[in-house]
């Protein structure tokens, strides 16, 4: 009788890890899912505190999940702290800097057929102190598919600012995520710096111009790889 009950939960054992659902990164910083559970449709999240309970946490582990195939995009800025603004020469030139890099953001998401629709989303609707939550809820007044939150840094090298004559070296730094409106999973991360480093040119007015130029060069070559990635994401 107990080798017929043994047998009995080896059985079990066996069909319960035949059900287990399997997952897939095929990209860094992205989620695949490739079983067959309930897909994930709308939020287990908490929306007054952006919690989430132990069952939604199964929920969303073991349920399959996929980005809708047409897309419509609004793009949130996080500035930094006002320190790293310093080094613009005037404000024209930093909104300038700023628009160039959500025009080329843009134009990378066009390049893939699932995307019909790119626009910002004013600060207006933003909060001061925004969050995951916050964002979602000005997404969705919007009737965005998925918000592009992206946080640009950049700077001179010290040592090359105090002790080279000729040299300019310069580094950027920019994170980007991807929040699906609907169910408030984040499907894609990223994080690239770049360095650029130049010579000031007849072409700059002062040194501080070069440096923002150089500065410039180093942030659009983050753009650039990250253009990359979101070509392989949006292409699977």
Request: proline fraction near 3%; glycine fraction near 2%; aromatic fraction near 10%.
């Amino acid at each position: 009788m107990n080798m017929k009950k043994s047998l009995l939960w080896v059985a079990v054992a066996l069909a319960f890890a035949s059900c287990t659902a399997t997952k897939t990164n095929t990209y860094p910083g992205s989620i695949n899912f490739i079983d067959n559970d309930p897909p994930i449709t709308q939020s287990l999240f908490e929306d007054k505190s952006a919690t989430i309970s132990e069952e939604n946490i199964q929920r969303i582990l073991d349920g399959t999940y996929s980005l809708p195939e047409d897309l419509s995009v609004a793009f949130v800025r996080i500035a930094p702290s006002q320190s790293l603004q310093r080094y613009y020469w005037s404000d024209e030139e930093y909104l300038k800097s700023q628009q160039q890099y959500l025009d080329l953001f843009s134009e990378k998401f066009k390049n893939s057929s699932r995307v019909k629709k790119t626009f910002s989303i004013p600060d207006l609707l933003i909060s001061s102190a925004p969050s995951f939550t916050s964002i979602r809820g000005s997404a969705v007044r919007t009737q965005s598919d998925i918000v592009v939150i992206y946080s640009i840094n950049s700077d001179i090298y010290s040592q090359y600012k105090l002790f080279s004559k000729t040299d300019i070296k310069a580094f950027a730094t920019t994170q980007l995520v991807i929040l699906d409106v609907r169910t408030g999973l984040i499907p894609f991360t990223t994080i690239v710096t770049k360095d650029f480093q130049d010579k000031k040119t007849d072409a700059d007015l002062n040194e501080n111009e070069a440096r923002n130029r150089i500065k410039n060069q180093a942030v659009l070559g983050t753009i650039e790889e990250i253009g990359l990635q979101l070509e392989a994401f949006l292409g699977k």
